[in-house]
C-alpha cells in the first residue's frame, strides 16, 4: 500500500518562498506528481518527478528523493493567486492510477 | 481542457435511491478513473478502467460499480446512496505513457440527504 503525508496548512507572504513537504511510504514507486487545486476546481497537474532531484518550471521547483521518501514543492515569488490547496501523489506500476495525500492548504497573506 | 466532461455537475438525491454519473472523455485515452475528495481524506480512488469493458477497484470500492462501454464513456454507479457517498466526485484520464499525469474534470458534487 501506499501511506503519504504532507502538512495540513501553511501560511506566507505574498512575494516569499514557500516549501511544501511530502514523505510517502510505498510498495510500488512510479513517480512522485503534484497538483494545485483551487477552491471548488479540479486538481490541475503543476510537475513530476521520477528521479532523485530538482525539477524546475518557472516560479515552480519540485525536488525528490527516492532514497529517503522525500518530496518537496517550492514555490518562489509568491502571488495571492498562490493561494490553493496544493496534493502529493505517488504513481504506482500496473494501474497508472495514482495515490494522493490528504492535501496542503497554503494561504498567501498581503 | 483535457477534454473531460462530468454530468450531472450537482445532484441532490435521497437515502436508498440509484444514481449514475457519467464522465465523458474526448481525448481517446485508454485509462479513466473515479475518485471522491472529502476533508481530511485527500483524493481516494474508487474504481478505474484499462480499456472497454475492463474495470477494476480502487481502495474504497464497497458501494459503487462502474461500466465502460465506449472508451469516451466510464459511468459511476451507487446502486443505493448513502449519506456516506456524499462527496464530490472526480473523473480523470490517464495520459498515453506510464509516466503521464492524470487530468481531472470539474467534479460532480453528490448530496445525499
Known amino acids: 500500500g501506499q501511506n503519504i503525508d504532507q502538512p495540513t496548512e501553511m501560511t506566507a507572504t505574498e512575494g516569499a518562498i514557500v516549501q511544501i513537504n511530502c514523505t510517502y511510504q510505498t510498495s510500488g514507486f512510479n513517480g512522485l506528481f503534484w497538483y494545485q487545486q483551487h477552491a471548488g476546481e479540479a486538481p490541475t497537474f503543476l510537475s513530476y518527478?521520477?528521479?532523485?532531484g530538482l525539477e524546475e518550471k518557472g516560479r515552480f521547483s519540485s525536488f525528490l528523493s527516492r532514497s529517503k521518501g522525500y518530496s518537496y514543492l517550492l514555490l518562489k515569488e509568491l502571488q495571492m493567486k498562490d493561494s490553493a490547496s496544493y496534493l502529493c501523489?505517488?504513481?504506482?506500476?500496473?494501474?497508472?492510477?495514482?495515490?494522493f495525500g490528504s492535501g496542503t492548504r497554503l494561504q498567501v497573506q498581503p | 481542457d483535457a477534454g473531460i466532461t462530468q454530468s450531472p455537475r450537482h445532484k441532490v438525491t435521497e437515502t436508498g435511491t440509484p444514481v449514475t454519473l457519467r464522465c465523458h472523455q474526448t481525448?481517446?485515452?485508454?485509462?479513466m478513473y473515479w475518485y471522491r475528495q472529502d476533508p481530511g481524506h485527500g483524493l481516494r480512488l474508487i474504481h478505474y478502467s484499462y480499456g472497454v469493458k475492463d474495470t477494476d477497484k480502487g481502495e474504497v470500492s464497497d458501494g459503487y460499480s462502474v461500466s465502460r462501454s465506449k472508451t469516451e464513456d466510464f459511468l459511476l454507479t451507487l446502486e443505493s446512496a448513502t449519506s456516506s457517498q456524499t462527496s464530490v466526485y472526480f473523473c480523470a484520464i490517464g495520459g498515453t505513457g506510464e509516466n503521464s499525469p492524470l487530468h481531472f474534470g470539474n467534479g460532480t458534487r453528490l448530496t445525499v440527504t
Open positions: 481525448e481517446n485515452h485508454r485509462y
Open positions: 518527478n521520477v528521479l532523485d
Open positions: 501523489a505517488v504513481g504506482d506500476t500496473g494501474r497508472r492510477a495514482l495515490t
